[in-house]
């Protein structure tokens, strides 16, 4: 805690909101939603 520039980024919090924000990973979870020839069969 003595260097006051590592101190003023970290509780800006500036690098790190942007790299835990849940941005590119709810790109992930939702899949790609099931293609209309797999449903025509099975109807």
Do not use: C, Q
Request: charged share 10%; no cysteine.
């Amino acid at each position: 805690m003595g260097n006051g520039k590592t101190s003023s980024t970290a509780s800006s919090g500036i690098r790190a909101p942007p790299v835990s924000r849940p941005a590119p990973v709810r790109a992930a979870p939702p899949p790609p939603p099931p293609p209309p020839a797999a449903r025509a069969p099975v109807a």
